[in-house]
């Protein structure tokens, strides 16, 4: 029997990289207690850039932890523009070779996808 095509597949090489996404937040928290929507959002945010970067260990700018919570725990922004970076860790004995470093970008993001950006 043949393998499937996903398993001839070779893993790529991670590397340092730099995108910009769109979270739809809304989406994300809908159904979530009053009192828990803040903290949830820092949650999905973590999920979100550790499942794009292929990396466990994210840490959170303090510019978009304060963006999240501007409107207090209860009214998180339905959308927010953040920027990931996939960065190599200069700790010797940390668990993982790379982290993700997650940042807030400021403007207007109607219709903008994601974005590679020169790091």
């Known amino acids: ?36 929507k803040a903290p949830r959002a820092l949650k999905k945010v973590k999920e979100f850039a550790a499942k794009m970067m292929n990396t466990s260990d994210v840490r959170i700018d303090t510019k978009l932890n304060k963006a999240l919570w501007s409107g207090g725990i209860r009214s998180v922004p339905k959308r927010v523009r953040v920027q990931i970076q996939r960065l190599r860790s200069d700790d010797e004995d940390a668990k993982e070779e790379f982290y993700s470093l997650v940042t807030h970008v400021e403007g207007d993001f109607r219709g903008l996808g994601v974005r590679v950006v020169e790091a």
Do not use: E, H
């Open 1 to 36: 029997l043949l393998p499937n095509a996903q398993s001839l597949k070779m893993p790529k090489a991670m590397d340092t990289c730099c995108r910009q996404y769109t979270i739809n937040l809304g989406k994300r928290v809908k159904g979530t207690t009053f009192k828990r």
